[in-house]
């Protein structure tokens, strides 16, 4: 029997990236969607004794459950997902529900000159087929996931911004043969809102609104329809290989499987397996949501929109008013995770808020939370097989955009796994987010580069500030 990284099956000597409160499985986040995720409506219990299947996966989140969603579906293969805590804990239950274009942190100019133009539209084009995807996946499984408006909008805080937009973003859309155009800002006054921030926006499409936990159960419940099972409270604490078989250990059980995916994005248990020990970068990602807005506080800003909106800044906020009237803004989290930080970083959401919105200076916020997004060190998602096991499956690293990518990629897996093909990429999988990114070097303190970049970029959007 070999373990696939030495011998750490003991939970308490993890040593995680962030304050150990990240990782409270047990816990339920306290977020605005699980207060209003509505019933479970699916069948999830925790491992218990030994079991076997063709597909072990790891996560219950959207890539997990889409994976299995799929296998069991059309592929007919026999399929089961570990989820630590219940599913759908991680930031599948927790994000804002922007089912948008993104997925990627690579520049243009570095993206084409790294892959060509070519394999660059392939992977946009990728992009807008999954929120195609996630849309129609909705519709078809009758999931109530309140999907709201069809575009989203990159606000510009300033003028200069806005002419920046005009003049290099909507180039570089045009250029992938994406659908952008410009909202000049007397149009963007009287459409969405007004604010001493907004200057015109570039407005982009498609892109929907969704509630990310009815979300994530009307996807566990299609999954279990077809024949998934799915074991919540099910952490996996060791992974060995015995012959071609996998073992995957938790609390209550084993797990016998010919094959696993790694479906753990920014909450990857990289001690697991030694082929993904340092590939991600885990970033908190937190979100505030305000009480409901009376007409007076939303006519003291025009706001007549439930378009999902981003403000056009390195370090960037994104928004949307919900179906009951809060507003949802998120941003950035804390570098460490821990409580002080924590909600000192809620504070500055806060005032990040109130200067987009002054007339709401004294609205009370409802629900504050915050989890784990993933990026990678070559900035595109992680998608394959592993090289040396082709019985290893993965999917991670969506940059804080993986509502529509993690679903894909669920897609994308299953039907590569059962195609049978070797170690050939399926075709459909873009060349740009293909294989395992490189390692960060001296992984274990990974998180020091994370706040450089995020120290040089909060210092950017400072000048171009000064400078507007
Ligand atoms: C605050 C926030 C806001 C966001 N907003 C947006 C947005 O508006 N639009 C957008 O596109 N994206 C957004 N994202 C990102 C998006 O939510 C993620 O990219 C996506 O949900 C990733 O799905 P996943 O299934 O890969 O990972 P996750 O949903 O994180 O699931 C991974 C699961 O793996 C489980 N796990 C970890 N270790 C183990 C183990 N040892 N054994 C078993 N299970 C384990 C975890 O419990 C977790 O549930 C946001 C994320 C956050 C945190």
């Known amino acids: 029997m070999t373990p696939v990284r030495g011998d750490l099956p003991a939970r ?38 030994d079991a076997s299947c063709d597909v072990a996966v790891i996560g219950g989140g959207y890539s997990g459950l889409s994976t299995a969603y799929h296998l069991a579906g059309n592929l007919q293969a ?18 804002g529900g922007f089912c948008s274009l993104g997925g990627s942190k690579l520049g243009l100019a570095s993206a084409v000159r790294r892959y060509g133009i070519e394999a660059v539209r392939h992977y946009w084009r990728a992009q807008v087929d999954a929120v195609e995807l996630v849309r129609s996946l909705i519709l078809e499984e009758g999931i109530d996931a309140q999907i709201t408006g069809d575009e989203e909008l990159a606000v510009a805080c300033s003028a200069r911004s806005f002419a920046e937009l005009r003049a290099h973003a909507l180039d570089q859309f045009t250029l992938l043969r994406l659908d952008a155009s410009v909202v000049p800002a007397d149009e963007f006054r009287e459409r969405y809102f007004d604010s001493p921030q907004q200057h015109g926006a570039i407005r982009i499409r498609p892109t929907f609104g969704l509630h990310p936990v009815r979300l994530v159960r009307g996807l566990a419940r299609a999954a279990v329809a077809r024949g998934a099972i799915l074991h919540a409270g099910s952490e996996v604490l060791a992974w060995q290989k015995s012959g071609d078989v996998h073992l995957l250990s938790t609390a209550g059980g084993t797990l016998r499987a010919k094959k696993v995916v790694m479906a753990a994005n920014g909450f990857m248990p990289e001690h697991l397996h030694r082929s993904f020990a340092g590939r991600p970068m885990p ?15 939303l006519g003291a800003h025009r706001w007549q929109s439930s378009t999902p909106m981003i403000t056009a800044r390195n370090l960037l906020n994104y928004f949307r008013l919900l179906p009951d009237r809060r507003l949802l803004f998120g941003g950035r989290g804390h570098s460490s995770g821990g409580a002080a930080g924590t909600a000192s970083n809620y504070e500055l959401l806060i005032s990040q ?12 916020i409802d629900y504050r939370w915050q989890g784990l997004v993933c990026f990678t060190r070559r900035l595109t998602p992680s998608i394959g097989r592993l090289a040396d096991d082709p019985s290893v499956f993965f999917a991670f690293g969506y940059h804080g955009n993986g509502v529509n990518t993690s679903i894909w990629a669920g897609r994308e897996i299953a039907g590569w796994i059962a195609s049978g093909a070797g170690n050939a990429v399926p075709a459909s999988i873009p060349l740009m987010v293909q294989g395992l990114s ?31």
């Not at 808020?353 to 009370?364: E, S, Y």
């Open 12 to 49: 308490k000597r993890i040593n995680r990236l962030y304050d150990e409160s990240l990782y409270r499985f047990d816990a339920v986040e306290p977020s605005y969607w699980e207060a209003t995720g509505g019933a479970l409506s699916f069948a999830s219990t925790a491992l218990r004794g």
């Open 353 to 364: 808020m109130r200067q987009l919105c002054p007339a709401w200076h004294d609205v009370t």
């Open 283 to 297: 970033m908190i990602s937190a979100i505030v949501v305000t009480r409901p807005l009376s007409d007076v506080e």
């Open 438 to 468: 490189e390692r960060f070097p001296l992984a274990a303190i990974r998180l020091w580069y994370l706040r450089a970049r995020l120290a040089m970029l909060r210092a950017a959007d400072r000048i171009d500030d000064l400078r507007s």
């Open 78 to 95: 026999d399929v089961r997902v570990l989820e630590a805590g219940h599913i759908g804990w991680g930031a599948s239950g927790r994000n």
